[in-house]
């Protein structure tokens, strides 16, 4: 017996530790062990002041808005919470089941505000967002009803643009870039959709920008905008679908939430068909701010400085003022003090440094000077040489059409232990030449003469059993141009099916340096014709009235053809080189064959590009026909 009441006394003990432990497992803050998540969003359950309050006074000192929720809450990336009307003077903070928005800011006079947190507010545990949740109140007798629902894709890529700021204007907004405070704000979602809700009824004018800054306005040349020709009207607004938990419901009851997603879904989809059927979108594109073009000015070495704009210039219109640095105007200020106070030199404490004459920079050298600015394929980019190696500081003055950008430049001790020049080469930009096409050579650095005397090219085919047959031609009939310091092209009667080789003697170029190019050879191949594709396309659905360029372009999305569409829709392509490619349609509005970004000061839009949706891969000898419906 007792022997029985030792292992009774021993479960007993095993059965209350396992209670603790099961206790223990319960208690808040401790991670849970398994089971269900919780799949549904926090609920609110009330509000100090309630959503929708009316007459809410305009000019107090500061005022709270007390949301209380059903769960713990977590607050995160509170600055993309979304005020419209914008305030500058609020703040955001959490405890528990609360979350608080203090508004320091004197408010506007019958007018509904809007709060809308994004995925600011999560539940404590899971982080499930209430997704776009928004408070609203207003200063005066009624709630507005207004709301403007819309799109913003990139004018180029037509990709969506996320994260953008949209302002709203009920009149058309004076002056560039705009400074004044829009009436509205929205941001767009990924789907690059944005809807701005609780409006006055109305007409507004909306520009969109990139907002690096989120400070609602536009700086044009460094960040991406967009724009509206006329203005849109307001729609009546319609309660977006909430979420909720109903009271009782289990936490692995998911079937609720996964039909409220996809209602959601459903929704989002159904918006952005009407707002591309009503036509509300905004192309975003880089406008520019005329008086400030150079984004970035360095020294790359010695005796090469290079330069990236903000949009494209005229290389015409550009001139250059090599000033000496301010620091070396200031090291000749103070040795010339220093040469007429030399009793200072001895006063204690107050002793001035007397800079020696070998410290003294040569600041006379701007007279003589000598440079040349050479374009880069980038549009953005350029490159400026000059001859005098001893400089390494320097103040560039650069003109523009009646505006001034400078830069102060310093060589580093990186940059001036690099080579002055590089090797002099050059290189062919293609190797395989149409028939019709020239060829073009660049060169590391400008030329100052070029001399063909010399100047030896072969002609040979290769037979399929090998045979090399090989012709001497007349160099005569090579002629060139230089439509660059560092590049030329050359023009001959390339005959479709040969190679050629070129042999250029030392001495045949001379470059900005003064140096000699050695012997060099060059080949080049002018592919039979048969070894090239023909794409066909007939394009439907373009409106009447307008012009139309199709773009051939390679995977890079280089630009190698383009080609006028006719009144029929028809283009065609005759000579397209096997591989990979594909196909942009732009409506080409002032009729200079290529895509233009828009101009808010003149009023212009970006001109409009559609994407074929399919990469075609056109055959040796082959011919591909397509029909593109395009839609607007």
């Known amino acids: 017996m007792q022997i029985k009441k030792k292992k009774t006394g021993c479960r007993g003990i095993v059965w209350i530790l396992g209670v603790c432990a099961l206790s223990a497992c319960a208690r808040y803050g401790s991670a849970p062990t398994g089971g269900p998540m919780d799949v ?16 809410v006074e305009v000019a107090a000192a500061s005022r709270q808005i007390v949301l209380e929720f059903d769960e713990y809450v977590v607050l995160k990336n509170t600055e993309k919470i979304v005020t419209s009307p914008p305030l500058s003077k609020v703040s955001y903070a959490s405890n528990l089941k609360k979350v608080r928005v203090m508004i ?85 979602d990924t789907a690059g959709l944005f809807a701005a809700e609780y ?8 520009i969109a920008g990139s907002d690096e800054n989120s400070n609602y306005r536009v700086e044009p040349t460094e960040e991406r905008m967009a724009f509206t ?3 849109w009207p307001t729609q009546t607004y319609r309660a977006p679908l909430m979420f909720s938990k109903q009271p009782g419901m289990k936490e692995s ?154 830069a102060e430049l310093m060589l580093s001790q990186s940059a001036a232990g690099k080579q002055d020049t590089a090797a002099f080469n050059f290189s062919a930009r293609q190797r395989n030449i149409f028939y019709t096409d020239s060829l073009v050579l660049d060169f590391a650095f400008p030329l100052e003469k070029v001399d063909w005397q010399g100047v030896l090219l072969w002609r ?77 396309f007939k ?30 829709g028809a283009v065609e392509f005759g000579y397209v080189t096997p591989g990979a490619v594909s196909f942009v349609l732009i409506r080409d509005d002032n009729g200079n064959g290529v895509w233009d970004k828009g101009d808010y000061e003149r009023g212009i839009q970006p001109e409009r590009r559609w994407i074929f949706p399919k990469t075609l891969r056109p055959e040796a000898d082959w011919r591909i026909e397509e029909t593109w419906h395009v839609a607007d």
């Open 229 to 231: 020709s006329d203005c």
């Open 539 to 568: 394009i439907a659905n373009l409106k009447e009235g307008f012009s139309y360029v199709l773009q051939l372009c390679d995977a890079g999305k280089n630009v190698l053809q383009s080609c006028p569409v006719g009144q029929d």
């Open 253 to 406: 009851d998911t079937v609720v939430r996964r039909v409220f997603d996809s209602l959601r879904d459903a929704r989002r989809e159904e918006e952005k068909v009407s707002v591309t059927d009503a036509g509300r979108r905004l192309f975003m594109y880089q406008d520019r701010e005329r008086d400030k073009f150079l984004k970035e000015a360095k020294w790359n070495k010695k005796g090469e400085i290079e330069i990236d704009w903000y949009y494209v210039l005229e290389p015409d219109s550009l001139r250059f003022t090599f000033l000496p640095a301010v620091q070396d105007i200031e090291m000749v200020r103070q040795w010339e003090a220093s040469l007429a106070d030399t009793a200072g030199e001895t006063t204690g404490k107050n002793r001035r440094h007397r800079v020696g004459k070998e410290e003294i920079p040569d600041i006379s050298w701007p007279d003589s000077l000598y440079y040349v600015y050479i374009e880069q394929d980038n549009p953005l980019a350029g490159k400026i040489f000059f001859d005098n190696y001893k400089i390494s500081d320097l103040r560039l003055a650069i003109h523009y059409k009646g505006f001034t950008d400078t």
């Open 199 to 206: 409006m006055h009824e109305g007409c507004y004018y909306l």
């Open 460 to 536: 040979y085919h290769t037979d399929e059993e090998g045979n090399r047959d090989t012709v001497r031609e007349d160099i005569d009939g090579l002629r060139y141009g230089q439509p660059r310091p560092n590049r030329l092209v050359l023009r001959y009667g390339w005959q479709p099916g040969y190679a050629y080789q070129f042999m250029f003697p030392s001495g045949c170029f001379t470059d900005y340096f003064g140096r000699g190019s050695d012997t060099s050879f060059l080949s080049v191949n002018s592919p039979s014709l048969d070894s090239y594709g023909q794409v066909f």
């Open 104 to 188: 320091e800011d004197t408010l506007k006079e019958g007018v509904t505000y809007s709060i809308n947190f994004k995925d600011a507010i999560g539940d404590l545990h899971e982080s499930t967002p209430l997704s776009d949740y928004t408070y609203f109140f207003s200063t005066g007798p009624g709630i507005d009803s207004g709301r403007i629902v819309g799109m913003v894709l990139d004018a180029f890529t037509l990709a969506p643009v996320k994260e953008a700021s949209v302002m709203f204007y009920a009149r058309q907004p004076e002056g560039y870039p705009v400074t004044e405070a829009p009436d509205y704000v929205a941001v767009t």
């Open 40 to 55: 549904a969003p926090p609920v609110l359950l009330k509000a100090l002041p309630a959503e929708g309050s009316l007459n």
